[in-house]
Protein backbone atom coordinates (compact mmCIF):
# COMPACT_ATOMS: atom_id res chain seq x y z
CA UNK A 1 0.00 0.00 0.00
CA UNK A 2 3.01 2.36 0.62
CA UNK A 3 4.33 1.39 -1.62
CA UNK A 4 1.41 2.12 -4.21
CA UNK A 5 1.54 5.17 -2.76
CA UNK A 6 5.14 5.58 -3.56
CA UNK A 7 4.84 4.75 -7.35
CA UNK A 8 2.19 7.01 -7.91
CA UNK A 9 3.99 9.74 -6.61
CA UNK A 10 6.28 9.05 -9.12
CA UNK A 11 4.04 8.68 -11.79
CA UNK A 12 3.06 12.23 -10.92
CA UNK A 13 6.31 13.76 -10.78
CA UNK A 14 7.25 12.08 -13.90
CA UNK A 15 3.95 13.34 -15.82
CA UNK A 16 4.87 16.85 -15.15
CA UNK A 17 8.42 16.44 -15.78
CA UNK A 18 10.09 17.13 -12.50
CA UNK A 19 12.98 15.78 -11.05
CA UNK A 20 12.89 13.16 -8.22
CA UNK A 21 14.25 15.04 -5.56
CA UNK A 22 16.34 13.29 -2.40
CA UNK A 23 13.64 12.27 -0.27
CA UNK A 24 11.19 10.47 -3.77
CA UNK A 25 14.60 8.98 -4.33
CA UNK A 26 14.99 7.94 -0.90
CA UNK A 27 11.28 6.52 -0.78
CA UNK A 28 11.90 5.00 -4.38
CA UNK A 29 15.42 2.69 -3.63
CA UNK A 30 15.70 2.56 0.23
CA UNK A 31 13.90 -0.36 1.97
CA UNK A 32 15.95 -0.57 4.56
CA UNK A 33 15.37 0.99 7.94
CA UNK A 34 17.40 3.72 8.77
CA UNK A 35 18.58 4.34 12.28
CA UNK A 36 20.29 7.61 12.78
CA UNK A 37 22.56 8.18 15.88
CA UNK A 38 22.99 11.44 16.86
CA UNK A 39 24.27 13.49 20.07
CA UNK A 40 27.26 15.85 21.33
CA UNK A 41 30.47 14.31 21.27
CA UNK A 42 31.30 11.94 24.09
CA UNK A 43 27.86 11.20 24.79
CA UNK A 44 28.20 8.28 23.75
CA UNK A 45 27.73 7.20 20.82
CA UNK A 46 30.30 5.08 19.30
CA UNK A 47 30.63 3.12 22.72
CA UNK A 48 26.82 2.10 21.96
CA UNK A 49 27.69 1.07 18.21
CA UNK A 50 30.69 -1.41 20.06
CA UNK A 51 27.85 -2.68 22.71
CA UNK A 52 25.11 -3.37 19.64
CA UNK A 53 27.61 -5.52 17.44
CA UNK A 54 29.14 -7.09 20.45
CA UNK A 55 32.24 -5.39 20.46
CA UNK A 56 35.10 -5.03 22.32
CA UNK A 57 35.20 -1.18 22.57
CA UNK A 58 36.50 -1.76 19.04
CA UNK A 59 35.27 1.24 16.90
CA UNK A 60 37.25 4.04 18.28
CA UNK A 61 35.51 5.17 21.80
CA UNK A 62 37.36 8.96 23.06
CA UNK A 63 35.79 12.38 24.61
CA UNK A 64 38.12 14.30 22.55
CA UNK A 65 38.32 13.93 19.28
CA UNK A 66 35.49 14.93 17.53
CA UNK A 67 36.01 14.32 13.52
CA UNK A 68 33.96 14.99 10.12
CA UNK A 69 33.97 10.42 9.42
CA UNK A 70 30.16 9.15 8.74
CA UNK A 71 29.94 5.76 9.85
CA UNK A 72 27.62 3.54 7.76
CA UNK A 73 27.34 0.72 8.91
CA UNK A 74 25.23 -2.19 6.96
CA UNK A 75 24.57 -5.57 6.84
CA UNK A 76 27.15 -7.95 5.39
CA UNK A 77 29.03 -11.62 6.06
CA UNK A 78 32.18 -10.51 7.20
CA UNK A 79 33.87 -7.60 9.10
CA UNK A 80 34.82 -5.20 6.57
CA UNK A 81 35.09 -1.64 5.39
CA UNK A 82 35.13 0.93 2.49
CA UNK A 83 34.95 4.40 1.05
CA UNK A 84 32.32 3.78 -1.50
CA UNK A 85 30.31 1.45 -0.62
CA UNK A 86 32.29 -1.15 -2.81
CA UNK A 87 35.35 -3.30 -2.90
CA UNK A 88 35.09 -3.27 0.85
CA UNK A 89 38.42 -4.42 2.65
CA UNK A 90 38.54 -6.48 5.67
CA UNK A 91 39.81 -6.02 9.13
CA UNK A 92 42.44 -7.31 10.48
CA UNK A 93 41.62 -11.11 12.77
CA UNK A 94 43.93 -9.39 15.03
CA UNK A 95 42.09 -6.80 17.96
CA UNK A 96 44.56 -4.73 18.34
CA UNK A 97 45.03 -3.96 14.64
CA UNK A 98 41.33 -4.06 14.11
CA UNK A 99 41.23 -1.29 16.93
CA UNK A 100 43.84 0.20 14.96
CA UNK A 101 42.51 0.37 11.90
CA UNK A 102 39.14 2.29 13.08
CA UNK A 103 41.36 4.69 14.96
CA UNK A 104 42.87 5.73 11.59
CA UNK A 105 39.13 5.75 10.07
CA UNK A 106 37.62 7.37 12.45
CA UNK A 107 39.85 10.50 11.41
CA UNK A 108 39.27 9.90 7.91
CA UNK A 109 37.20 12.39 7.73
CA UNK A 110 35.41 10.40 5.37
CA UNK A 111 32.44 8.23 4.96
CA UNK A 112 33.45 4.99 6.21
CA UNK A 113 31.09 2.04 5.25
CA UNK A 114 31.13 -1.07 7.93
CA UNK A 115 30.06 -4.06 6.92
CA UNK A 116 29.24 -6.41 10.12
CA UNK A 117 27.39 -9.57 10.21
CA UNK A 118 25.57 -8.55 13.79
CA UNK A 119 22.00 -9.84 13.11
CA UNK A 120 20.68 -6.26 13.95
CA UNK A 121 21.72 -5.33 10.64
CA UNK A 122 19.66 -7.20 8.89
CA UNK A 123 16.77 -4.95 10.08
CA UNK A 124 18.09 -1.53 10.10
CA UNK A 125 21.11 0.65 8.73
CA UNK A 126 23.33 2.42 11.78
CA UNK A 127 24.43 6.08 10.71
CA UNK A 128 26.56 7.54 13.29
CA UNK A 129 27.52 11.11 12.38
CA UNK A 130 30.17 12.41 15.20
CA UNK A 131 30.44 15.87 15.96
CA UNK A 132 27.21 16.70 14.81
CA UNK A 133 26.71 19.15 17.09
CA UNK A 134 30.37 20.37 16.85
CA UNK A 135 30.67 21.79 13.47
CA UNK A 136 29.32 24.58 11.53
CA UNK A 137 28.04 22.53 7.87
CA UNK A 138 25.26 20.93 10.35
CA UNK A 139 22.57 21.62 8.10
CA UNK A 140 24.01 19.32 5.17
CA UNK A 141 24.30 16.64 7.69
CA UNK A 142 20.74 17.72 9.12
CA UNK A 143 18.98 17.55 5.44
CA UNK A 144 21.01 13.98 4.99
CA UNK A 145 19.27 13.16 8.09
CA UNK A 146 16.26 14.52 7.18
CA UNK A 147 15.74 12.45 4.19
CA UNK A 148 17.20 9.18 5.53
CA UNK A 149 16.42 8.72 9.02
CA UNK A 150 13.79 6.27 9.79
CA UNK A 151 14.15 6.72 13.81
CA UNK A 152 17.03 8.96 15.59
CA UNK A 153 18.47 7.89 18.69
CA UNK A 154 19.29 10.87 20.49
CA UNK A 155 21.92 10.29 22.80
CA UNK A 156 22.19 12.68 26.51
CA UNK A 157 24.66 11.66 29.40
CA UNK A 158 21.75 10.97 31.97
CA UNK A 159 23.57 13.21 34.29
CA UNK A 160 23.72 16.36 32.15
CA UNK A 161 21.37 18.74 31.20
CA UNK A 162 19.50 19.37 27.67
CA UNK A 163 21.07 22.43 25.99
CA UNK A 164 18.54 24.94 24.01
CA UNK A 165 20.69 23.86 20.86
CA UNK A 166 19.60 19.98 21.71
CA UNK A 167 15.91 21.45 22.40
CA UNK A 168 15.97 22.60 19.18
CA UNK A 169 17.22 20.02 17.41
CA UNK A 170 14.65 17.65 18.60
CA UNK A 171 11.94 20.46 17.77
CA UNK A 172 13.39 20.48 14.38
CA UNK A 173 12.67 16.33 14.10
CA UNK A 174 9.21 16.65 15.36
CA UNK A 175 8.42 19.60 12.75
CA UNK A 176 9.68 17.07 10.30
CA UNK A 177 7.70 14.05 11.71
CA UNK A 178 10.76 12.23 12.23
CA UNK A 179 10.72 9.66 15.08
CA UNK A 180 13.40 9.88 18.23
CA UNK A 181 13.93 7.75 21.06
CA UNK A 182 16.41 9.88 23.81
CA UNK A 183 19.26 7.44 25.35
CA UNK A 184 19.89 8.78 28.35
CA UNK A 185 23.68 7.26 28.70
CA UNK A 186 26.65 6.62 30.90
CA UNK A 187 23.99 5.01 34.00
CA UNK A 188 26.89 3.49 35.32
CA UNK A 189 28.08 6.84 36.38
CA UNK A 190 26.78 7.39 40.28
CA UNK A 191 27.59 10.36 41.87
CA UNK A 192 26.84 10.09 45.94
CA UNK A 193 26.60 14.04 46.69
CA UNK A 194 23.63 14.54 44.41
CA UNK A 195 22.04 11.34 45.74
CA UNK A 196 22.52 10.02 42.24
CA UNK A 197 22.74 5.46 42.48
CA UNK A 198 21.15 2.80 40.73
CA UNK A 199 17.76 2.92 42.63
CA UNK A 200 17.61 7.07 42.35
CA UNK A 201 18.36 7.31 38.78
CA UNK A 202 15.41 6.46 36.70
CA UNK A 203 13.47 8.85 38.89
CA UNK A 204 15.89 11.54 37.86
CA UNK A 205 15.70 10.65 34.45
CA UNK A 206 12.01 10.55 34.15
CA UNK A 207 11.73 13.62 35.96
CA UNK A 208 14.42 15.34 33.71
CA UNK A 209 12.28 13.26 30.45
CA UNK A 210 9.93 15.93 30.02
CA UNK A 211 12.46 18.56 28.23
CA UNK A 212 13.27 15.97 25.75
CA UNK A 213 9.94 16.86 23.40
CA UNK A 214 7.64 14.20 21.16
CA UNK A 215 9.96 11.05 21.71
CA UNK A 216 8.72 7.48 21.33
CA UNK A 217 10.13 6.29 24.45
CA UNK A 218 13.81 6.81 26.25
CA UNK A 219 16.45 4.95 27.57
CA UNK A 220 18.71 4.65 30.22
CA UNK A 221 21.52 3.10 28.96
CA UNK A 222 24.98 1.86 30.34
CA UNK A 223 27.11 0.66 27.56
CA UNK A 224 30.16 0.61 29.54
CA UNK A 225 28.48 -2.29 32.59
CA UNK A 226 24.90 -2.92 31.94
CA UNK A 227 25.33 -4.73 28.55
CA UNK A 228 21.35 -6.48 29.48
CA UNK A 229 20.60 -2.59 28.70
CA UNK A 230 21.57 -2.32 25.17
CA UNK A 231 19.88 -6.05 24.90
CA UNK A 232 16.46 -4.28 25.73
CA UNK A 233 17.22 -1.47 23.16
CA UNK A 234 18.05 -3.82 20.26
CA UNK A 235 14.65 -5.69 22.03
CA UNK A 236 12.49 -2.74 21.35
CA UNK A 237 13.93 -1.69 18.35
CA UNK A 238 13.44 -4.96 16.70
CA UNK A 239 9.84 -5.91 17.68
CA UNK A 240 8.67 -2.59 16.64
CA UNK A 241 10.73 -1.86 13.55
CA UNK A 242 7.78 -3.09 11.38
CA UNK A 243 5.45 0.31 13.04
CA UNK A 244 8.06 2.11 13.08
CA UNK A 245 9.21 1.85 9.55
CA UNK A 246 5.70 2.25 8.26
CA UNK A 247 4.88 5.40 10.37
CA UNK A 248 8.26 6.87 8.88
CA UNK A 249 7.69 5.53 5.41
CA UNK A 250 4.02 7.13 5.68
CA UNK A 251 5.59 10.13 7.18
CA UNK A 252 8.16 10.54 4.13
CA UNK A 253 5.61 10.29 1.85
CA UNK A 254 3.44 13.06 3.45
CA UNK A 255 6.60 15.38 3.37
CA UNK A 256 7.89 14.81 -0.05
CA UNK A 257 4.02 15.19 -1.15
CA UNK A 258 4.40 18.48 0.73
CA UNK A 259 7.35 19.37 -0.71
CA UNK A 260 6.25 18.58 -4.56
CA UNK A 261 2.87 20.38 -3.73
CA UNK A 262 4.99 23.50 -2.81
CA UNK A 263 7.58 22.96 -5.51
CA UNK A 264 4.34 22.62 -8.20
CA UNK A 265 2.58 25.87 -6.63
CA UNK A 266 5.79 27.64 -6.98
CA UNK A 267 6.39 26.73 -10.32
CA UNK A 268 2.51 27.69 -11.49
CA UNK A 269 3.65 31.23 -9.97
CA UNK A 270 6.27 31.80 -12.04
CA UNK A 271 4.35 30.61 -14.91
CA UNK A 272 1.58 33.10 -13.74
CA UNK A 273 3.92 35.67 -13.47
CA UNK A 274 5.36 35.05 -17.05
CA UNK A 275 1.73 34.74 -18.60
CA UNK A 276 0.80 38.14 -16.75
CA UNK A 277 3.56 39.98 -18.39
CA UNK A 278 2.42 38.94 -21.70
CA UNK A 279 -0.54 40.28 -21.31
CA UNK A 280 0.51 43.15 -19.86
CA UNK A 281 2.82 43.20 -23.65
CA UNK A 282 -0.43 42.49 -25.49
CA UNK A 283 -2.51 44.98 -24.08
CA UNK A 284 0.14 47.70 -24.95
CA UNK A 285 -0.11 45.99 -28.49
CA UNK A 286 -3.46 46.54 -28.33
CA UNK A 287 -3.81 49.99 -27.55
CA UNK A 288 -1.35 51.04 -29.81
CA UNK A 289 -3.48 49.37 -32.44
CA UNK A 290 -6.22 51.15 -31.12
CA UNK A 291 -4.46 54.71 -31.38
CA UNK A 292 -3.25 53.55 -34.98
CA UNK A 293 -7.11 52.44 -36.04
CA UNK A 294 -8.43 55.97 -34.67
CA UNK A 295 -5.88 57.96 -36.43
CA UNK A 296 -6.27 55.93 -39.73
CA UNK A 297 -9.99 56.59 -39.74
CA UNK A 298 -10.09 59.95 -38.75
CA UNK A 299 -7.29 60.61 -42.11
CA UNK A 300 -9.35 58.88 -44.10
CA UNK A 301 -13.05 60.46 -42.59
CA UNK A 302 -11.64 63.73 -43.66
CA UNK A 303 -10.28 62.65 -46.92
CA UNK A 304 -13.89 60.89 -47.94
CA UNK A 305 -16.13 64.40 -46.77
CA UNK A 306 -13.48 65.99 -48.58
CA UNK A 307 -14.29 63.64 -52.01
CA UNK A 308 -18.01 63.38 -51.36
CA UNK A 309 -18.37 67.07 -51.23
CA UNK A 310 -16.48 67.49 -54.34
CA UNK A 311 -18.28 64.97 -55.83
CA UNK A 312 -21.12 66.32 -54.86
CA UNK A 313 -20.94 69.62 -56.01
CA UNK A 314 -19.53 68.03 -59.44
CA UNK A 315 -22.61 66.03 -59.35
CA UNK A 316 -25.32 69.44 -59.30
CA UNK A 317 -23.05 71.03 -61.41
CA UNK A 318 -23.08 68.98 -63.88
CA UNK A 319 -27.13 68.32 -63.75
CA UNK A 320 -27.31 72.13 -63.42
CA UNK A 321 -25.76 72.49 -66.38
CA UNK A 322 -26.85 69.88 -68.47
CA UNK A 323 -30.61 71.35 -67.49
CA UNK A 324 -29.57 74.70 -68.25
CA UNK A 325 -27.82 74.27 -71.37
CA UNK A 326 -30.59 71.51 -72.49
CA UNK A 327 -28.30 69.39 -73.38
CA UNK A 328 -28.47 65.45 -72.16
CA UNK A 329 -31.28 63.10 -71.66
CA UNK A 330 -32.62 60.98 -69.52
CA UNK A 331 -30.68 58.71 -69.37
CA UNK A 332 -27.46 60.79 -69.46
CA UNK A 333 -28.96 62.44 -65.76
CA UNK A 334 -29.13 59.01 -64.69
CA UNK A 335 -26.33 57.68 -65.35
CA UNK A 336 -24.31 60.91 -63.73
CA UNK A 337 -26.90 60.04 -60.38
CA UNK A 338 -25.70 56.55 -60.21
CA UNK A 339 -21.99 57.19 -61.32
CA UNK A 340 -21.49 59.67 -58.07
CA UNK A 341 -22.85 56.32 -55.93
CA UNK A 342 -20.72 54.14 -57.57
CA UNK A 343 -17.61 56.21 -56.75
CA UNK A 344 -18.88 57.01 -52.64
CA UNK A 345 -19.13 52.88 -52.61
CA UNK A 346 -15.65 52.68 -54.54
CA UNK A 347 -14.11 55.08 -51.68
CA UNK A 348 -15.70 53.21 -48.59
CA UNK A 349 -15.08 49.62 -49.97
CA UNK A 350 -11.22 50.72 -50.31
CA UNK A 351 -10.54 53.35 -46.78
CA UNK A 352 -13.29 51.81 -44.78
CA UNK A 353 -12.56 47.89 -45.44
CA UNK A 354 -10.87 47.44 -41.85
CA UNK A 355 -14.17 48.20 -40.03
CA UNK A 356 -15.59 46.15 -41.96
CA UNK A 357 -18.84 47.41 -42.25
CA UNK A 358 -22.31 47.36 -44.34
CA UNK A 359 -22.37 49.64 -47.50
CA UNK A 360 -25.88 50.50 -47.38
CA UNK A 361 -27.49 49.99 -50.44
CA UNK A 362 -26.88 52.83 -53.56
CA UNK A 363 -30.23 55.63 -53.28
CA UNK A 364 -32.34 55.00 -56.08
CA UNK A 365 -33.72 58.16 -57.82
CA UNK A 366 -36.93 57.25 -60.02
CA UNK A 367 -36.27 57.62 -63.84
CA UNK A 368 -39.68 59.72 -63.86
CA UNK A 369 -38.49 62.41 -61.99
CA UNK A 370 -35.26 62.59 -64.44
CA UNK A 371 -38.06 62.39 -67.28
CA UNK A 372 -39.79 65.39 -65.61
CA UNK A 373 -36.90 67.37 -65.32
CA UNK A 374 -35.96 66.63 -68.89
CA UNK A 375 -39.90 67.20 -69.49
CA UNK A 376 -39.42 70.76 -69.05
CA UNK A 377 -37.07 71.29 -71.52
CA UNK A 378 -39.29 73.03 -74.33
CA UNK A 379 -40.89 74.96 -71.94
CA UNK A 380 -36.95 75.81 -70.62
CA UNK A 381 -36.22 76.97 -74.30
CA UNK A 382 -39.48 79.44 -74.22
CA UNK A 383 -37.89 80.82 -71.03
CA UNK A 384 -34.85 81.89 -72.55
CA UNK A 385 -36.39 83.14 -76.08
CA UNK A 386 -37.60 85.57 -74.01
CA UNK A 387 -34.89 85.88 -71.30
CA UNK A 388 -33.06 86.98 -75.00
CA UNK A 389 -34.83 90.50 -75.08
CA UNK A 390 -31.58 91.74 -73.17
CA UNK A 391 -28.92 89.64 -75.44
CA UNK A 392 -25.80 91.37 -73.76
CA UNK A 393 -27.18 90.58 -71.06
CA UNK A 394 -28.55 87.85 -71.03
CA UNK A 395 -25.40 85.93 -72.75
CA UNK A 396 -23.15 87.17 -69.63
CA UNK A 397 -26.19 85.79 -67.27
CA UNK A 398 -26.63 82.68 -68.74
CA UNK A 399 -23.22 81.35 -68.19
CA UNK A 400 -23.39 82.53 -64.28
CA UNK A 401 -26.02 80.98 -63.85
CA UNK A 402 -24.60 77.22 -65.19
CA UNK A 403 -24.38 76.28 -61.76
CA UNK A 404 -27.17 78.53 -59.95
CA UNK A 405 -30.18 76.53 -58.70
CA UNK A 406 -33.74 76.93 -59.92
CA UNK A 407 -35.23 78.70 -57.32
CA UNK A 408 -32.86 81.46 -57.36
CA UNK A 409 -33.70 81.52 -61.14
CA UNK A 410 -37.14 82.03 -60.36
CA UNK A 411 -36.91 84.76 -58.05
CA UNK A 412 -34.69 86.95 -60.37
CA UNK A 413 -37.48 86.01 -62.88
CA UNK A 414 -40.22 87.64 -60.97
CA UNK A 415 -38.13 90.47 -59.83
CA UNK A 416 -37.56 91.81 -63.19
CA UNK A 417 -41.47 92.00 -63.10
CA UNK A 418 -41.84 89.94 -66.22
CA UNK A 419 -44.81 88.14 -64.91
CA UNK A 420 -46.48 87.45 -68.58
CA UNK A 421 -48.40 84.20 -69.15
CA UNK A 422 -45.04 82.84 -70.03
CA UNK A 423 -43.69 84.19 -67.72
CA UNK A 424 -45.84 82.52 -64.84
CA UNK A 425 -45.10 79.49 -66.80
CA UNK A 426 -41.70 80.15 -66.87
CA UNK A 427 -41.63 80.71 -62.35
CA UNK A 428 -43.56 77.39 -62.39
CA UNK A 429 -40.67 75.62 -64.25
CA UNK A 430 -37.86 77.01 -62.23
CA UNK A 431 -39.94 76.19 -58.85
CA UNK A 432 -40.93 72.48 -60.40
CA UNK A 433 -37.06 72.19 -61.24
CA UNK A 434 -35.92 73.95 -58.16
CA UNK A 435 -37.85 71.41 -55.84
CA UNK A 436 -36.92 68.14 -58.05
CA UNK A 437 -33.13 69.17 -57.27
CA UNK A 438 -33.76 69.46 -53.94
CA UNK A 439 -35.44 66.17 -53.55
CA UNK A 440 -32.12 64.89 -55.42
CA UNK A 441 -30.28 67.33 -52.99
CA UNK A 442 -32.03 65.48 -49.54
CA UNK A 443 -31.88 62.18 -50.55
CA UNK A 444 -27.97 62.66 -50.93
CA UNK A 445 -27.78 64.68 -47.89
CA UNK A 446 -29.33 61.83 -45.96
CA UNK A 447 -27.94 59.39 -47.09
CA UNK A 448 -24.10 60.17 -46.68
CA UNK A 449 -25.48 61.32 -43.06
CA UNK A 450 -26.07 57.53 -42.57
CA UNK A 451 -22.59 56.61 -44.56
CA UNK A 452 -20.93 59.19 -41.95
CA UNK A 453 -22.97 57.55 -38.79
CA UNK A 454 -21.99 54.34 -39.85
CA UNK A 455 -18.60 54.89 -40.20
CA UNK A 456 -19.00 57.01 -37.23
CA UNK A 457 -19.86 53.61 -34.78
CA UNK A 458 -17.96 51.32 -36.65
CA UNK A 459 -14.67 53.98 -35.56
CA UNK A 460 -16.78 53.37 -32.21
CA UNK A 461 -16.93 49.94 -31.86
CA UNK A 462 -13.52 48.89 -32.85
CA UNK A 463 -12.16 51.14 -30.25
CA UNK A 464 -13.11 47.98 -27.27
CA UNK A 465 -11.53 47.45 -24.16
CA UNK A 466 -8.58 44.75 -24.80
CA UNK A 467 -10.43 41.87 -22.32
CA UNK A 468 -7.65 40.23 -20.41
CA UNK A 469 -9.74 38.45 -18.36
CA UNK A 470 -10.51 35.79 -21.44
CA UNK A 471 -6.55 36.81 -22.85
CA UNK A 472 -5.78 35.33 -19.78
CA UNK A 473 -7.55 32.29 -19.56
CA UNK A 474 -6.48 31.35 -22.85
CA UNK A 475 -2.67 31.32 -22.23
CA UNK A 476 -3.27 29.80 -19.05
CA UNK A 477 -5.44 27.03 -21.03
CA UNK A 478 -2.80 26.69 -23.20
CA UNK A 479 0.10 26.56 -20.79
CA UNK A 480 1.00 23.89 -18.36
CA UNK A 481 -0.78 25.34 -15.40
CA UNK A 482 -3.77 23.19 -15.77
CA UNK A 483 -1.21 19.60 -15.96
CA UNK A 484 0.23 20.97 -12.89
CA UNK A 485 -3.03 21.87 -10.67
CA UNK A 486 -3.92 18.69 -11.53
CA UNK A 487 -0.85 16.60 -10.29
CA UNK A 488 -1.77 18.67 -7.47
CA UNK A 489 -4.90 17.37 -6.61
CA UNK A 490 -3.53 13.85 -7.73
CA UNK A 491 -0.60 14.43 -4.88
CA UNK A 492 -3.59 15.42 -2.44
CA UNK A 493 -5.34 12.25 -3.40
CA UNK A 494 -2.60 9.97 -2.78
CA UNK A 495 -3.98 9.91 1.02
CA UNK A 496 -7.11 8.14 -0.45
CA UNK A 497 -5.09 5.24 -1.56
CA UNK A 498 -5.77 2.21 0.98
N1 LIG B 1 31.02 5.32 32.19
C1 LIG B 1 30.64 5.24 30.93
N2 LIG B 1 31.37 5.89 30.00
C2 LIG B 1 30.96 5.81 28.72
C3 LIG B 1 29.82 5.09 28.37
N3 LIG B 1 29.66 5.23 27.01
C4 LIG B 1 30.72 5.99 26.60
N4 LIG B 1 31.48 6.34 27.60
C5 LIG B 1 32.69 7.15 27.55
O1 LIG B 1 32.36 8.44 27.01
C6 LIG B 1 33.37 8.86 26.13
C7 LIG B 1 32.77 9.13 24.76
O2 LIG B 1 32.19 8.00 24.23
P1 LIG B 1 31.95 7.84 22.68
O3 LIG B 1 31.18 6.60 22.46
O4 LIG B 1 33.20 8.02 21.93
O5 LIG B 1 31.04 9.10 22.46
P2 LIG B 1 30.64 9.68 21.07
O6 LIG B 1 31.52 10.86 20.82
O7 LIG B 1 29.23 10.13 21.24
O8 LIG B 1 30.78 8.65 20.03
C8 LIG B 1 34.39 7.76 26.07
O9 LIG B 1 35.46 8.09 26.93
C9 LIG B 1 33.67 6.55 26.60
O10 LIG B 1 34.53 5.67 27.27
C10 LIG B 1 29.07 4.42 29.36
O11 LIG B 1 28.06 3.74 29.14
N5 LIG B 1 29.52 4.53 30.63
MG1 LIG C 1 31.78 8.74 18.22
Known sequence: MLRKKISTIVEIVDSINFEHNKLLENLENDNKFTVFLTGKSGSGKTMLINAILNLNEEFYVSSKVSTLTQFRVYYGNKFEYSFSNSSYQEFPDDIEERKQKLRELNNSNKIVYIHNSDSILKYMDIIDIPGFFDFRN????????????????????????????EKQFLNSLTEKNIQYCVLFTKTDITNRVEGLNQKTIPDFVKNHSKS?????????????????????????????????????????????????????????????????????????????????????????????????????????KNINRMLNSNRGNVDELQNLWIGFWEKIKGYLESDFSILNFHIPDLPYIDKEIFEEMMNLEDLLKLIDSNNSNDEDDGKKKKKKNDDEDFLSKAIEFIKKKKISGKGIKSVEIYLKRASLQKQMNEITN?????????????????????????????RIKESEIPKLEKAIVNLEKIDAIR
Open 138 to 165: KNEYLNELFIEADIVLFFKPYNEMITPE
Open 212 to 316: YGEYLEYFLISAKKYRETIGELKKYLISNYLDISNNSITNKIERVKRQYIDSINDFIKTLLNKINVEVEREKDIFDKNQIEIQIKMMEQKEILEINITDNKNNLF
Open 446 to 474: TKLKIIATTISDSTQEQRTEFDEESFKKI
